[in-house]
């Protein structure tokens, strides 16, 4: 299970005075309103903490100031770096919701107990995510995320149990 979580993506410098556009990967982007602090993933295990001053909002992304930095020169380098949080950060899910995070990597079994392959990718498509498998041949199998379909994810036992509805293995 990843220690940190991922609430946006560094796009770009934003102004002269050290504020950068933040392409919000959250379900909730008000909730950076809520953040005192968030860690930057400098890459290579590098890793930064900085405490948020002031947030705003334009268009469909977060603009964010953080306390001590000032130019747009501290920022620059920061482009397409991930914005991360800590787990006890994170918006308590509902009963059924996970972290996309926590699912990649789960072994994918169908309730007749055949191995159909790892979960890979997870779309976001507006009506129901839709889950990516790849399997052992290397086929991508694409499964609704819907009560139907997906049967039960045991994250201890790293394992989603699926109900196969008819027509989706026809490749």
């Not at 001590?68 to 991360?84: F, H, P, S």
């Not at 790892?118 to 290397?138: Q, S």
């Not at 499964?143 to 008819?166: S, T, Y």
């Amino acid at each position: 299970m990843e220690k940190y979580l991922r609430v946006g993506v560094i796009t770009s410098p934003h102004g002269v005075r050290g504020e950068v556009k933040v392409y919000p990967t959250t379900d909730d982007v008000m909730r950076f309103k809520k953040l005192d602090k968030v860690i930057l993933d400098l890459g290579r295990g590098e890793t930064r903490e900085l405490k948020i001053r002031q947030v705003k909002f334009f268009k469909n992304m977060v603009i964010l100031k953080f306390d001590g930095v000032d130019t747009m020169n501290e920022v620059e380098g920061w482009r397409q770096k991930d914005l991360l949080i800590t787990r006890d950060q994170a918006i308590p899910l509902e009963e059924d919701e996970f972290f996309i995070t926590d699912l990649i990597g789960l072994n994918v079994v169908t309730d007749e107990g055949e191995t159909l392959g790892t979960l890979t990718d997870v779309m976001e498509t507006g009506a129901n995510d839709v889950y990516c498998v790849k399997t052992p041949e290397g086929k991508e199998l694409l499964l609704p995320a819907i009560r139907d379909c997906i049967l039960d994810v045991d994250l201890d036992k790293e394992e989603m149990l699926v109900h196969v509805l008819p027509g989706l293995l026809d490749l």
